[in-house]
């Protein structure tokens, strides 16, 4: 990975349709990060419209999807004698560098996990409803669990920072956090277990193991297909999974399975893909 965009000033992400990964719009940004922010080129609408249409995405879906996110301020547009192309905005370029970098880095490292927890205190009164939403819709998607209701647990300390700016800009001023260790009272992986929902987690990415990792494309429009498919499949997961340290994950978590089987496929079909791709870009420049 923010509200829809507002007023006329720089375009706004809109995190949750971000994860909408069946929209025509959706794969479109796909294969804008994946093939066109590589290359600091316009490309026609005819190559985004047929590589959208591998998808099954009718034509017109594939030009509505187009113009809304011209409309929203990550592409723009040039007409050449009857037909149109698209270039990246600055804003564009820069949304989709950061989400390359989120997703291709996701489950690629580690990270150590000193015991401690960022638990924060919040309270919202039970009628603002739309409020009660807008908090758990952010604090979820920065990786909080919630084991209860006003209670939010992440094991990542550094985003205490994420979660002030969250309330601040809720107005929120009714709330308190700690940093520590859990006591004596309870037990951690039940607490774990009530906050986030691991086992539908794990379902998924079980499906995607099972999906992409048998999977062999014999040809370069095959490799295009299974690239955009691979990486369209994983960039929903950086906003799914909460990254708990794994001695908090059950054993044998398939999420470890899932980020080898990303970064394996990713570089081994790689070079097909982007191939195919410039092989599609000089047919329609010779048209």
């Given at each position: 990975?923010?509200?829809?965009?507002?007023?006329?000033g720089?375009?706004?992400?809109?995190?949750?349709?971000?994860v909408?990964?069946?929209?025509?719009?959706?794969?479109?940004?796909?294969?804008?990060?994946?093939?066109?922010?590589?290359?600091?080129?316009?490309?026609?609408?005819?190559?985004?419209?047929?590589a959208?249409?591998?998808?099954?995405?009718?034509?017109?879906?594939?030009?509505?999807?187009?113009?809304?996110?011209?409309?929203?301020?990550?592409?723009?547009?040039?007409?050449?004698?009857?037909?149109v192309?698209?270039?990246?905005?600055?804003?564009?370029?820069?949304?989709?560098?950061?989400g390359?970098?989120?997703?291709?880095?996701?489950?690629?490292?580690?990270?150590?996990?000193?015991?401690?927890w960022?638990?924060?205190?919040?309270?919202?009164?039970?009628?603002k409803?739309?409020l009660?939403?807008?908090?758990?819709?952010?604090?979820?998607?920065?990786?909080?669990?919630?084991?209860?209701?006003?209670?939010?647990?992440?094991?990542?300390?550094?985003?205490?920072?994420?979660?002030?700016?969250?309330?601040?800009?809720?107005?929120?001023?009714?709330?308190?956090?700690?940093?520590?260790?859990?006591?004596?009272?309870?037990?951690?992986?039940?607490?774990?277990?009530?906050?986030?929902?691991?086992?539908?987690?794990?379902?998924?990415?079980?499906?995607?193991?099972?999906?992409?990792?048998?999977?062999e494309?014999?040809?370069?429009?095959?490799?295009?297909?299974?690239?955009?498919?691979?990486?369209?499949?994983?960039?929903r997961?950086?906003?799914?999974?909460p990254?708990?340290?794994?001695?908090?994950?059950?054993?044998?978590?398939?999420?470890?399975?899932?980020?080898?089987?990303?970064?394996?496929?990713?570089?081994?079909?790689?070079?097909?893909?982007?191939q195919?791709?410039?092989?599609?870009?000089?047919?329609?420049?010779?048209?």
């Amino acid at each position: 990975m923010s509200a829809p965009r507002e007023g006329r000033g720089s375009p706004v992400v809109s995190r949750r349709r971000e994860v909408s990964h069946k929209s025509a719009r959706s794969l479109l940004m796909t294969l804008l990060g994946e093939f066109v922010l590589p290359r600091d080129h316009p490309v026609w609408t005819s190559v985004l419209v047929d590589a959208l249409a591998m998808f099954g995405v009718e034509e017109k879906s594939a030009r509505q999807a187009l113009a809304r996110t011209a409309a929203e301020g990550w592409l723009e547009s040039e007409r050449v004698g009857r037909r149109v192309r698209w270039s990246l905005t600055p804003p564009g370029r820069k949304l989709l560098t950061e989400g390359a970098r989120r997703i291709y880095d996701f489950g690629s490292v580690e990270r150590p996990w000193d015991g401690r927890w960022l638990l924060v205190l919040v309270s919202v009164p039970e009628p603002k409803r739309d409020l009660r939403h807008q908090l758990r819709t952010k604090l979820t998607w920065a990786g909080f669990g919630s084991p209860d209701p006003g209670v939010w647990i992440t094991p990542h300390t550094t985003r205490e920072t994420e979660a002030l700016d969250i309330l601040t800009e809720l107005g929120l001023r009714d709330a308190m956090s700690f940093v520590g260790a859990h006591g004596a009272v309870g037990d951690e992986a039940t607490m774990v277990a009530k906050a986030w929902d691991l086992r539908d987690l794990e379902t998924r990415y079980e499906e995607f193991v099972a999906e992409f990792a048998g999977l062999e494309p014999a040809s370069g429009d095959a490799a295009l297909d299974a690239q955009t498919r691979l990486v369209h499949e994983w960039r929903r997961f950086p906003f799914l999974d909460p990254q708990l340290p794994a001695p908090l994950l059950p054993e044998g978590w398939s999420g470890a399975r899932a980020a080898e089987v990303f970064h394996g496929k990713h570089t081994e079909w790689r070079p097909a893909a982007q191939q195919r791709w410039d092989e599609r870009l000089a047919e329609e420049e010779a048209a």
